[in-house]
């Protein structure tokens, strides 16, 4: 059974950095573009980044473009999302997500607030 | 950037009916998108991929068409579990999402 369980989220205070986590299992991680995708409270889905199957190219969504990194570990079948100078609109719940969309985590909410 | 309209952004229809969703997109994106359907505090999930392929699992109700710009949405008969919001998405180039429909039972 395919699994994605992100982890990571909670609170963080402007300007400040985290970084989340999305364990893959179920599947060959290395076989798949990963993506991370985020919806704001009451709002749409917005992508945020996409990699590559080996991590040799990453992609961004304007709005994260400069702060945000996505990289993967496929020995440890793990997508990562550093995000740095973080900004109360960056406050989302945050999925990973394969690029081919059939598989999503459950998301983890992430909040931007002094 | 590829940009998606979606309409409407809110629909009321009645168990039954027949249902449609739209989707048009900035430029030719190539039959290159999926319909996915996100419930309340839940992830999304994935319908339809490439256009109008049924996603195991999906009821056959669902369905997808289009081509170039314009891409539809259709439930051919609404039933109650189907209340959610929909959102298309475009993989020609990054990704983008349309920005919803929100669905609800009359």
């Known amino acids: 059974e395919v699994q994605l369980v992100e982890s990571g989220g909670g609170l963080v205070q402007p300007g400040r950095s985290m970084k989340l986590s999305c364990a893959a299992s179920g599947f060959t991680f290395s076989d798949y573009y990963m993506a991370w995708v985020r919806q704001a409270p009451k709002k749409g889905l917005e992508w945020v980044a996409s990699i590559s199957y080996e991590g040799s190219s990453t992609y961004y969504g304007d709005s994260v473009k400069g702060r945000f990194t996505i990289s993967r570990d496929n020995a440890k079948s793990t997508l990562y999302l550093q995000m740095n100078s973080l900004r109360s609109e960056d406050t989302a719940t945050y999925y990973c997500a394969r690029r081919t969309g059939d598989y999503w985590g459950q998301g983890v909410m992430v909040t931007v607030s002094s | 950037d590829i940009q998606m309209t979606q309409s409407p952004s809110f629909l009321s229809a009645s168990v039954g009916d027949r249902v449609t969703i739209n989707c048009k997109a900035s430029q030719n994106i190539n039959k290159y998108l999926n319909w996915y359907q996100q419930k309340l505090g839940e992830a999304p999930k994935r319908l339809i991929y490439n256009t109008n392929s049924l996603q195991t699992g999906i009821p056959s109700r669902f369905s997808g068409s289009g081509s170039g710009t314009d891409y539809t949405l259709t439930i051919s008969s609404l039933q109650p579990e189907d209340v959610a919001t929909y959102f298309c998405?475009?993989?020609?180039?990054?990704?983008?999402f349309g920005s919803g429909t929100k669905l609800e039972i009359k």
């Open positions: 998405q475009q993989y020609n180039s990054w990704l983008t």
